[in-house]
């Protein structure tokens, strides 16, 4: 869950930096659960763009490292 104000500072393709923590996933349909897509209203419980907390799904693509001792998690 984000706030909306700092939700609307992201960019595409800009870095992204967090002092907490992200659950991920491969698959799609598992990562909606983690937000709490519903299947039937296309919806999560932030139901309204204006609401002031969002839940948020960032789609992250991950080049291969470029030197070995880079660590990725899967």
């Not at 595409?12 to 983690?34: E, M, Y």
Request: aromatic content about 8%; overall charge negative.
């Amino acid at each position: 869950i984000m706030n909306r104000e700092e939700i609307e500072k992201y960019r595409v393709g800009n870095l992204v930096s967090t002092n907490g923590f992200l659950s991920s996933s491969r698959q799609l349909s598992v990562a909606q659960s983690f937000i709490g897509w519903d299947i039937q209203t296309q919806t999560t419980p932030s139901r309204s763009q204006l609401d002031s907390q969002q839940y948020v799904l960032f789609e992250i693509d991950v080049e291969p490292p470029l030197v070995d001792d880079t660590v990725l998690a899967d």
